[in-house]
């Protein structure tokens, strides 16, 4: 199973409309949990812990495959070794994204990480397959980079454990700030890290494909990307869904960005000029799918009971768009 799109599973919604299309499409898809949205002891998305998440996938389709996104110190909640929510990750998913690089960007100590991690998890279960290196936000990999990194890690690991290497994650300027793609794309680039990766047989996903033009990713394919991450984008659809019933009603509108203010979850976006008083709607876009499961929000919902299918219904005219339907 080699799904060309991956996506975050943002909300209960986001994840029930992809399950439905994939059941009735027949298309695989991939769900890329990161530590805050799903994990050993539950996360933000729909308090789901990772294990309740993957049964609750797995019982209701066999055409998604369950891929931790980042794991890694640093990554969750707090910070931590991140060997904890790897132990459990082990037992339940399928596909694991081994990221030490945002506490550890010095190569050295990330290529330590990643083969250390990644003995760890064949320990647990050897039948996992791994996603190796990282996005630009976190840290910029050049060609010459990723081909050391991938040298290092068949010394490190042995030709057998390596070979359990799935994916490489190629960076051709992609990075998102708010609702934003403010990445410079990159043909070239794409290119020469789409041929490196065929010299060692792994497969190419590139992260933070969110807001980019349907086609561009598809240009992206045809140049030989073989899988591409989006995630807050389909939190938007959901958020949006729910600004739009309620932009007029000027007291669930303030309880809603007092939700989303309060709760934080918009500050890692935003630039120093953001103004979160004055820019009400544009945090609420930032972060509203933050706060779907707080009970706080609970009172908003309750003024909308027919509104989770229009959000599934958004959802799928989304993959219809990426598919081509």
């Known amino acids: ?73 640093g990554q969750g909640q707090t910070i931590d070794s991140g060997y904890t929510s790897l132990i459990t990750d082990c037992k339940y998913l ?102 490196l990766a065929k010299k060692y047989n792994l497969l190419t996903k590139e992260h933070n494909g969110d807001y980019i033009p349907t086609s561009i990713i598809k240009e992206k394919f045809n140049l030989g990307l073989d899988s591409i991450n989006i995630a807050p984008e389909f939190g938007l659809i959901e958020t949006q869904t729910y600004l739009d019933h309620i932009e007029k009603d000027s007291e669930l509108f303030y309880q809603y960005w007092k939700i989303c203010y309060d709760s934080k979850k918009w500050v890692k976006w935003v630039n120093d000029v953001f103004d979160p008083i004055e820019q009400k709607e544009e945090l609420i876009k930032i972060c509203g799918h933050y706060v779907i499961s707080y009970e706080s929000f609970f009172d908003i919902m309750k003024n909308f009971t027919y509104i989770n299918k229009e959000v599934q219904n958004r959802v799928t005219i989304k993959l219809n768009e990426l598919y081509g339907y």
């Not at 991956?6 to 439905?20: Q, S, Y």
Request: net charge positive.
């Open 1 to 73: 199973m080699n799904p060309k799109i991956f996506i975050g599973p943002m909300t209960k919604n986001v994840v029930d409309a992809i399950i439905t299309f994939c059941n009735k499409t027949g298309h695989n898809i991939g769900l890329i949990p990161s530590r805050r949205q799903v994990e050993w002891n539950g996360g933000y998305v729909n308090n789901w812990s990772t294990d309740t998440f993957t049964q609750y996938v797995k019982r209701k389709t066999d055409n998604i495959i369950l891929q931790r996104d980042h794991s890694g110190p």
């Open 94 to 195: 399928d596909l694991i994204h081994i990221d030490p690089w945002k506490q550890y960007p010095n190569y050295t100590d990330g290529l330590a990480w990643t083969a250390d991690m990644i003995k760890v998890c064949n320990a647990i279960n050897p039948k996992l397959k791994y996603e190796i290196a990282t996005e630009e936000s976190i840290r910029r990999f050049e060609v010459e980079d990723l081909n050391k990194l991938i040298i290092d890690l068949n010394i490190e690991l042995g030709a057998q454990l390596f070979s359990k290497i799935k994916y490489l994650v190629i960076q051709s300027g992609t990075a998102l700030k708010g609702n934003t793609q403010t990445g410079l794309y990159d043909k070239n680039r794409l290119i020469e890290m789409v041929s």
